[in-house]
């Protein structure tokens, strides 16, 4: 079994050295040790604990600009360009919805020297989880995540020196590397699913603001400029029994939005 879910994620990722964690959050904590001048994170769109953890282990840390959860290039050149930072953690696709701009991501922190981290949480089983332009992958197998295990997550490297330097903390509960395995073969099905249902809450609010409709997401967020079109696009999620949460959120987007997570309804 063990060595089944390995080979998988070896797959999905494109990396050699892989390994199963306790959590996604214990992931996170694995990369930042790779940290030793100092962190970069989007501004929007990543994770929780990209803003905590810093701070939590006296790591430096600065926000790259975005629009709408996605990455701008011209100003993570200008972060960089001071020699203050050697990692850069983000998510794609931005908030589960904003595909990012990865070869390019990759290329600039190259050039400076700084490593790729890259959350796939929500791009895992797809062209947006690509080892090519990432130093490092993680992953959360949690609640409402693609691979939704309800527990555990993955970590991996394209090169081992870099792998060994993570003190990661392994799952050892048998039973949630079973129900990983399960899930992860049920990933290309919700997958699927949740793109197949993305195209259709898209469709049926075509006439509204709906942010990066064309990219690959798991969610969809629809901003607006006033409280009319905000009670209309939440009337709609309440009538097709769609959960949503409210924008400004970090996760998702730091404007007023509403962001209909379709990964909570699809299973």
């Not at 629809?222 to 400004?248: G, Q």
């Amino acid at each position: 079994m063990r060595k089944r879910v390995i080979a998988r994620l070896k797959e999905l990722t494109g990396h050699d050295f892989v390994e199963v964690v306790t959590r996604g959050n214990s992931a996170i904590r694995s990369a930042l040790r790779l940290v030793k001048k100092g962190l970069l994170v989007p501004s929007e769109g990543g994770w929780l604990t990209y803003k905590d953890y810093p701070e939590k282990m006296g790591l430096k840390f600065e926000f790259v600009d975005c629009k709408d959860a996605k990455i701008d290039i011209g100003g993570l050149k200008e972060k960089l360009s001071g020699g203050e930072f050697d990692v850069f953690l983000y998510q794609n696709p931005g908030g589960y919805f904003a595909e990012q701009p990865m070869k390019e991501i990759c290329e600039v922190c190259k050039e400076y020297g700084c490593l790729v981290v890259l959350d796939a949480s929500g791009g895992i089983g797809t062209d947006l989880c690509d080892g090519k332009f990432a130093d490092v992958i993680l992953g959360s197998f949690g609640r409402w995540k693609l691979v939704e295990a309800k527990g555990g997550g993955f970590i991996s490297s394209k090169n081992e020196e870099v792998f060994e330097k993570l003190e990661l903390e392994v799952l050892e509960d048998t039973k949630q590397w079973k129900i990983i395995e399960k899930e992860l073969k049920k990933l290309p099905k919700r997958i699927d699913l949740l793109l197949k249902e993305r195209e259709l809450v898209i469709a049926d609010l075509k006439s509204f603001d709906v942010l990066y409709k064309d990219d690959l997401g798991f969610v969809v967020v629809v901003a607006y400029d006033d409280l009319e079109d905000k009670e209309k696009i939440v009337k709609y999620c309440k009538e097709h029994k769609l959960e949503f949460t409210e924008c400004p959120r970090y996760i998702r987007v730091q404007r007023n939005a509403i962001s209909i997570e379709l990964k909570r309804n699809i299973k």
